[in-house]
């Protein structure tokens, strides 16, 4: 299992993400489910960003004193495009509880179930 | 061979669904119509083109792997049904008292075609995901256009699984540019490892994600609330475009032959569950729905046998559930509620194009829903694999008893007291059923040359 | 590669992660989830991702939890 | 499902997920295709100064720039398409004189700050999707102490329909000044320096501006959905 302690990182990332499933398997609010949904695109953020890099790089911002190995470059790129979808996708998420709310009164599933 | 269309095709609806808001009330749905139709235009061009070399286009100038690359292959012919049951859906809906024809919902749909449009022609993982997002939000938000109750939690269930599998997706794209350090799908296959359990799980959970995005059995439970409280116009597009994403999503991943066992069974299960729930509902849009999973099951336990037909039936049943989904819409808005009963008795047109729908969506010669659907149990049967091409025809005869029922109930049940002077649905409605009842039958007729066409 | 830094960060991150899976009170979990995102922008700067730890500050700390907060007090009361 | 079931799936999916991870290539190693493909062209190739990710994200990868502005924007009005209850927010508790004192002083700045990021992001850290959010959270902490009502006055009246999309305009623009220029969309023409600079800056206030516009109407939707 040695490999593993080698990328320690990638592990965290995985333990993040599966903490984020469960938020949004095992949680009886709506919105913590949500809360859990950012958690776990966070931590896929977290493996992208991690796969990217190098031992003892540099951010990869060019310049004069910037000196090789650079981070890779892409990694950020995607991840700043994946933070945007992520806050669109809850805000249009936390506007429909807004609706459910204003519908049902409630927002714990149990509660939902009966209504509905 | 590369042309300015191909961009163009993505940018010209989002642009139209951009300036949609500048725009006063009254001329929403006409710029709507009119922009989709120019969409289905350059998409024809585009199909065209693709006879002679496929079409791709390096963005930016930079040549792949080192730029993004869109390419106009046989699976993006798909952009033609899109365009064309969109721009007949804005038309269709300017009668729902829903906000579907508002700026704001014009917008929405306008934006999700062009993040389809994205999505069917990008040939970068990385751009694949990001207008599978685009088209997702906007699909979340068609389902919570209804003024039903209950569609905004319908709708926040569908966000919740969608975004869990677009999660998954991502991080399966993150570790196939983990593996290769390229996204650009032909050079990422070329350059896949052979094996490891990495690779298998970038596979595995591609395959889940999109599995779940085209509703397929058991990750479906999401699409019935969504697809029955969604406007009828609205559920042409969700039904018969946007859970097809999902199987082209399929078709794109790398590596899928490692799957084909699984996608047989998961397909075969989805077929015949799907095909049973739909004769159990007594709500017309809530069978559709579920006939929806099963053509869908049909399409993935095509996928394992016959490439070919699946990319046919999925293009053909595009057409066939939009024209039932708007047949319904017509049904529902004469009848003021969603009791249908007998209200097709003095509706003769939109009955019988329901009834050439039905007949289509079963898959008898020659209408468009057979030609896919005999190439899949050809291919299965080519495998030996008997016992499902004997379910595939199983599966039909479940679905011919649901139209049957449903044909009945809207045409010869006495319809209640209240509702005895209905009339035939108003033109802008009847219009688009017909256009795409008569393609579900002309495509049945062209089937065979499309069919070898796709094949090349 | 993981420096004592990056360990400790990581493993403050798992715990405010569990901690906000675990908080019954909503608006509780709002500002824990506000901590996990500032300390995510920690952890990205160390590892040289300026960028990102930016946007990560500004949109995941800044907007996602304001936009949390409104829902909450307008689902509370 | 029940916590203790989901926790059971949770952890059983935790086994193949942590051995693949331990089967990637060592991290941080640099001999991994990631770092000997295509981010390898980009470092030696690039631009010799200026902010490598910014390069990306608008020159050798636009399209996905594009398709992230086109996001948030359906976003807004998928939002917008379900705000048609409008329910009267509810009336803002009138804030402590110190912390509207501090918040008044304080707008100009972080405003001055945030359009540094959206112009800076070519040369350090930063760009107009973070100077966006930036501005954006600048609105909602006014609307958090001082109500929606004053939110909703800090925004342009008229002209907010054509700049809550300036970034997916920004990005059309481009795209066919890209064509023009260089014979392909979104291509940005090294052999016309100033309008190469000219149309990342566009570019990047489009983005700046739209954005803060977005994430401002979208808190305001929220507040009167």
Redesign the interface.
Known sequence: MTPLL?N??YA?TV??LL??L??VLA?S?L??KL??L??ME?AV??FI??SG?I?G?????LGPDAAPPF?APIP?AL??TG??V??ST??LA?AL??RV?REFGT?EIDELRKRW | MTTHWLPALVAIPIAGGVLVPTMSRRWAPAWGFGVLIATLGVALFLTGLLREDTVSYAVGGWPPPYGIELRFDVLSTFAVPIALVAALAVPFATHSNEPVTTPEGVAVILVGTGGMMGFVVAADFFTLFVFLEVLSISAYGMVAMSEERGAGLAAFRYLLMGTVASIVILLSVGLLYTLTGSLNMADVGQRLPDGGLPLHLAIGGLAAGFLLKAAVFPLHVWLPDAHATAPSAVSAILSGLIVKMGIIGLLRTPGLEHLHELLIWVGAASLLAGALFALVQDDLKRMLAYSTVSNIGLVVLGLAVDRTGATVHILNHAIIKASLFLAAGAFIHRAGSRRIEGTGRSMPLTTSAFAVGGIAAIGIPPTGGFTGKWMIVLGALEAGRWGFAVMILLGAVILALCYARFVVVVAFRPSPADREGTSEAPLVMLVPIFVLAALSVGVGIIGGPFAAFVGK | ??ELF??VL?TL??LT??A??R?RD?AA??IL?AA??LM?CL??LH??????????A???A???T???L??????S? | MNPRLAAAFVTGLAVPMLAAMAALPR??SPDQPIHTHVAREYIESGPETG?L??AILLDYRGMDTFGEVVVIFVGLVAVLVLARHREPA?PAASPSPIVAFIVRLVTPFIALFGFH?ILSGLEV???G??GA??L??LV??NG?VFGPQHARSLLPGRLLPWLQGAGPLAFLAAGIVGGIATGFALGYPTHLPLLHEAMLMGVELGIGIGGALI?SR??LA??DA
Not at chain 1, 57 to 61: D, R, S
Not at chain 3, 47 to 56: H, Q, S, W
Request: aromatic share 8%.
């Open positions: 080698e320690l990182d965290a333990v993040l903490i984020g469960w938020t949680d609010n919105l913590k809360m859990g950012n958690i966070t953020f977290a960003v991690t890099m031992e790089g540099a951010a990869p911002i981070m950020h991840v700043l933070i945007v992520a806050v809850t805000a936390l509880l807004l709310h927002l | 590669m993981s990056d360990v990581l991150l798992i992660a569990l906000v899976a908080a909503l979990a709002a989830f996990y995102s995510l952890l990205w590892r040289g991702a300026p960028d990102v730890a930016l946007t990560e500004a949109v995941g800044g907007v996602t304001l936009l949390f409104v829902v909450i007090a307008r689902t009361r | 991290h941080g902010n990710v910014t509810l990021v850290p930063g760009g999707l973070q959010a930036i954006g959270g909602i902490l958090f994430f979208l808190y929220l507040e």
